[in-house]
């Protein structure tokens, strides 16, 4: 009530603080008129760029200029996650890190609201026999890690491969490549003998559901081997992906896909 307003926005993913002991809550919205512009409460952004003096010095910048500063990357923020994907089936990835106070979700910075993913088809239904012949490659997956016969089973799950399988190939190569690992280790990904599994890292397909993102739009879940799907504070991670990429805390990618 006090700003004018009973919608103040959406939540920014982080805090501003600096080292002055200043912490600022950023929340964004676009205006619907023009009106509250000039109601005393709303000032356009670029006049309060032009108009703000800084009192602060480059090496500790105040809360507020840092605002100032970082203004146009928060609202290219903004922007970018609340694009919405075109129906269709996709290849996510999923790769957490953990603080001592919270858990971060890997994303990149084009598709804030997303895991980090390729798109699989047009087509965003999974068919029965093609999520048959996904149990039945992971059962010959784990297989294959306990029993000499685990390459035979394989190779029977590749004789009877769908059209997916292809599909999957080329997405995987993608994907992979785009979080920075490389066309080495890529194409050991790609062979049907280990299953969707990098040896010795034990990339996994996951092969319990097909998650339903939203209307029309469907994921195939691509984890890292089960020790580094979540790094502990100070663990090396040895997928680091490429600039481009952010780690967003857990509460607000999960409220940015609540809207």
């Not at 999974?126 to 059962?139: C, F, P, Y």
């Not at 009877?160 to 050991?188: F, G, R, W």
Request: aromatic share 8%; hydrophobic share 35%; proline share 5%.
């Amino acid at each position: 009530n006090l700003l004018g307003t009973h919608n103040l926005g959406r939540v920014h993913y982080e805090p501003i603080k600096d080292r002055h002991g200043n912490v600022l809550l950023v929340t964004i919205r676009d205006t619907e008129s023009q009106h509250s512009l000039f109601s005393g409460r709303w000032m356009q952004v670029t006049k309060l760029q032009s108009q703000r003096k800084s009192l602060s010095t480059p090496e500790e910048p105040y809360a507020l200029d840092i605002l100032i500063i970082t203004m146009q990357d928060i609202l290219a923020y903004q922007r970018r996650s609340t694009h919405r994907l075109a129906p269709g089936l996709y290849l996510g990835y999923l790769k957490l890190s953990s603080s001592v106070d919270q858990i971060k979700v890997l994303v990149s910075q084009r598709t804030p609201n997303m895991l980090c993913h390729t798109r699989i088809r047009d087509n965003a239904n999974v068919s029965r026999e093609e999520w048959d012949w996904i149990q039945t490659l992971a059962a010959a997956g784990e297989k294959r890690r306990s029993e000499e016969d685990g390459k035979e089973a394989e190779q029977r799950a590749e004789s009877n491969a769908p059209l997916l399988y292809y599909e999957l190939q080329t997405a995987i190569k993608s994907l992979l490549k785009h979080i920075n690992i490389s066309l080495h280790q890529v194409s050991l990904i790609l062979s049907v003998s280990v299953c969707f599994y990098v040896q010795a890292r034990h990339f996994r397909l996951y092969s319990q559901e097909v998650v339903e993102i939203g209307h029309g739009i469907t994921f195939l879940l691509l984890l890292p081997p089960a020790d580094d799907v979540c790094s502990a504070p100070g663990q090396s991670n040895p997928y680091s992906p490429l600039s481009g990429f952010l780690h967003l805390p857990l509460q607000m990618f999960e409220l940015g896909n609540s809207t």
